[in-house]
């Protein structure tokens, strides 16, 4: 079982970086995929972007590609989102999920695990 925390959140302006960090239990943590997904007010929940368990492999949403960067510590057992470049449309709760075995899945239902989402609000 692993339990995921999201921190990293806050409020920023537009053009600004906020780095988003989620941390899981388990000693089993560098065998899990993990992704982020966002979701917004009214909006479905959405994919962000994926890191393979073995870190190999890395997707992105057209919407944050070239801006935002996925990377895994598996000795903290820790992934991180940096996020460069905000603008008021990532503006959203965001969640980290975790696989295991996971190479890169980009829809929710592949994912098992979820933490409980940390909130990201860009103004203009």
């Known amino acids: 079982q692993v339990q995921l925390v999201e921190s990293g959140g806050g409020l920023v302006q537009a053009g600004d970086s906020l780095r988003l960090s989620c941390a899981a239990s388990g000693r089993t943590f560098s065998s899990y995929g993990v992704g982020w997904f966002r979701q917004a007010p009214g909006k479905e929940r959405e994919f962000v972007a994926t890191?393979?368990?073995?870190?190999?492999?890395?997707y992105y949403a057209d919407s944050v590609k070239g801006r935002f960067a996925i990377s895994r510590d598996n000795a903290k057992n820790t992934v991180h989102l940096q996020m460069n470049s905000l603008k008021p449309e990532d503006t959203a709760v965001y969640y980290c999920a975790a696989d295991q075995w996971g190479v890169g899945g980009r829809r929710s239902y592949e994912y098992k695990h979820w933490g409980q989402g940390t909130q990201v609000t860009v103004s203009s």
């Open positions: 890191i393979s368990w073995s870190g190999s492999s890395t």
